[in-house]
């Protein structure tokens, strides 16, 4: 395997993880019943978007390298939201200790 062709590879597996969270996605709806973001679709986003930039600088493709790597930046911030979220509505084991007492 040549340099380009592993570059290649790559760059498709990227394209695959990043394709692979709209199923994610569309499994989890249809389980809900309901449109659904699960958080995983955030951490394949995530992975398959490094790649995918990665890749594209590889290219030198500035068209490839904007998008993705805007697109990084939206995920990122999806996470740090949902987490945020999480740390206001779970008692901290202090609050839960306060509340068996």
Do not use: C
């Amino acid at each position: 395997m040549t340099l380009d062709q592993a570059w290649l590879a790559f760059g498709l597996l990227g394209q695959l993880i990043f394709g692979a969270r709209f199923i994610v996605q569309w499994i989890a709806s249809e389980k809900k019943r309901e449109s659904h973001i699960p958080i995983v679709f955030w951490y394949l986003s995530i992975v398959g978007g490094i790649i995918t930039t990665a890749y594209a600088i590889h290219k030198r493709d500035i068209v490839f390298i904007i998008g993705q790597g805007a697109g990084l930046v939206v995920y990122i911030r999806n996470l740090m939201l949902i987490y945020r979220a999480e740390r206001r509505t779970t008692p901290t084991a202090a609050e839960t200790r306060a509340n068996v007492d």
